[in-house]
């Protein structure tokens, strides 16, 4: 019983005191309210505080001394009454520190009056430091170094000579790509003397005369295209100038910009020694080519598709590089262009040009049944128009690649041109215009001046032979009339073909012929078989072409 009691009269733990009162474990377990709690309390201390001080100053003010329990209150009221204490204490010091110095000084002053000094010595002494001062201002102590018996200058220091060596052996190895380079210190010797001061250069004025007169690298300006080295000069500002004369060359009254295509760079570095060239040597290596021109002398047999695809391009590009040839134009001996040669520097002048254009007309047909298809005659003339055009024209070294019309007026319009158009059918023998080759064979002699040692062959001529064996068939190189067919002297047994428009052609030296004049003859018709008829040293058949009763080279209207 008595236990029982005692359990019954025993502390109650934390968690009865919670349960017995829920709003309490509620009020605790708010944490945000908690926080809120603790925030209002901090603020309210805080503006107790500074009440109190309000107080103290007020009181201060009124010549009251303050009371206060608080413990910091206490404290700063004890320092705060003791800083005149303090400030009076600091006073004094310095009063007594500013005495002593009093009487220092004056000891000093007292002991340089009683010694007496003639105004002669006062100002001896006075010119000699100043010539002293002097002597320093412009002689110094300096190292003069040599290598191999040549002056390279003066240093202020031995270590300077050392560091200057030693960085000359760096930037040669860098600058070359060598793994080691060594400077023969053995040559190199020091003098150290007086100098003037305008005599004494920096390490690396030493360092450019050491590797000047070792002549692997020098230090100069270099001219960078496209990132890489071209020239360089020891003058400054030279490059500049050169590549602005370079410009000039191309500039007129109309340029409106002038600019290299290429990336211009100008640095201030060490490079190999062979780099350094005088200014006329540069300006003649800018003005040349870094790649010559490639071409390719035409073979018998080779044709436009071959000759590009055997240099990894395409025909047009190697018809654009060779104008005034076709793709079905070309002959043995032809030389062609497969790459232009590449500059250094690619100068692009652009230019502001104003001039009249013609505007061209249009054509008007109409249907004529006394024409062959495909044939044309004009029955009135057209006449161009006239435009103002204003224009950025662009040149890339002096050659015109771009024409950019900004403006254009029209001051004239255009009148159209009328032509006739042909509808009847054409006949088979209606020149095509364009030849086919006579024969096969081989050509043995090429129009123009020849020596065949043959008495009474011409030394001029005027067309081409092509031998193959005899009887083989000869056909007409295009459509047309016979004009003449029959034995002709040296040319023995041939045949003139008229193909309209002034064109004539010619076969000669013929075995037998197989049409008479005024026939009709279609392109590629059998009309001949050959021979060695006439001054002939053998088979062969005589290929003329004429223009306008002219000689021409068969060569350069043959396939």
């Not at 062979?274 to 390719?296: D, P, R, S």
């Not at 054409?426 to 086919?436: D, F, M, N, Q, V």
Request: with cysteine; proline share 4%; aromatic share 10%.
């Amino acid at each position: 019983m008595d236990s029982q009691k005692r359990r019954s009269k025993a502390p109650k733990g934390i968690l009865w005191y919670l349960g017995e009162h829920p709003d309490l474990l509620q009020r605790y377990t708010d944490l945000p309210g908690l926080l809120r709690r603790m925030v209002h309390l901090i603020k309210g201390k805080i503006e107790q505080a500074r009440q109190a001080l309000r107080y103290m100053g007020r009181e201060k003010l009124a010549r009251r001394f303050p009371e206060s329990d608080h413990i910091l209150a206490q404290l700063v009221l004890f320092f705060w009454g003791n800083i005149p204490r303090f400030t009076s204490k600091i006073r004094e010091q310095l009063y007594h520190i500013r005495r002593r110095s009093i009487r220092s000084g004056s000891r000093r002053r007292a002991v340089f009056e009683r010694i007496k000094l003639h105004p002669a010595l006062f100002l001896g002494s006075a010119v000699a430091m100043a010539a002293i001062a002097v002597v320093l201002s412009l002689y110094t102590v300096g190292v003069s170094v040599t290598y191999d018996g040549i002056n390279l200058g003066t240093v202020a220091s031995g270590r300077s000579v050392l560091q200057a060596a030693s960085n000359v052996e760096k930037l040669t190895c860098k600058t070359l790509g060598y793994i080691t380079y060594t400077v023969d210190t053995s040559l190199l010797t020091q003098e150290t003397r007086i100098v003037p001061r305008s005599k004494v250069q920096s390490q690396q004025k030493l360092e450019e005369k050491l590797s000047q007169q070792l002549g692997d690298i020098a230090y100069g300006y270099v001219l960078y295209v496209d990132d890489e080295p071209v020239a360089a000069t020891e003058y400054e500002g030279a490059l500049e100038e050169l590549l602005a004369q370079l410009k000039t060359g191309y500039i007129t009254n109309q340029t409106v910009d002038c600019y290299f295509v290429e990336k211009i760079d100008i640095r201030q570095e060490y490079v190999p020694a062979k780099l350094m060239m005088n200014l006329g040597y540069i300006a003649e290596k800018l003005n040349a080519t870094k790649e010559g021109a490639v071409t390719y002398t035409v073979r018998q047999g080779d044709t436009l598709y071959d000759i590009a695809l055997d240099n990894k391009m395409s025909v047009s590009s190697l018809l654009k590089l060779n104008p005034g040839y076709q793709s079905d134009l070309i002959h043995a001996g032809d030389t062609l262009t497969i790459s232009n040669a590449v500059p250094y520097l690619t100068v692009v002048n652009v230019e502001r040009q104003n001039y009249l254009r013609d505007v061209a007309y249009s054509v008007e047909y109409q249907d004529d049944s006394s024409l062959y298809q495909g044939d044309y005659r004009v029955l009135k003339s057209g006449v161009y128009g006239k435009e103002d055009v204003t224009a950025n024209v662009t040149y890339v070294n002096g050659a015109e690649v771009n024409r950019d019309v900004v403006a254009a007026v029209t001051l004239s319009q255009p009148v159209p041109e009328l032509q006739a158009r042909g509808t009847a059918p054409r006949p088979s023998w209606a020149p095509t215009g364009s030849l086919r080759w006579p024969c096969y064979g081989i050509i043995t002699s090429y129009f123009g001046y020849r020596q065949t040692g043959i008495i009474g062959a011409s030394t001029y001529h005027s067309a081409l032979d092509i031998a193959a064996p005899y009887g083989t068939n000869i056909y007409a190189a295009d459509g047309g009339t016979v004009v003449a067919s029959g034995w002709a002297n040296g040319l023995g047994y041939r045949i003139v073909i008229d193909h309209g428009n002034g064109r004539e052609t010619l076969y000669g030296h013929c075995s037998s012929l197989l049409v008479s004049s005024g026939t009709h003859v279609y392109k590629g018709e059998l009309i001949a078989y050959m021979g060695s008829t006439g001054i002939s040293s053998g088979s062969h058949c005589h290929f003329g072409v004429y223009i306008n009763g002219t000689a021409v080279d068969p060569l350069n209207y043959l396939p």
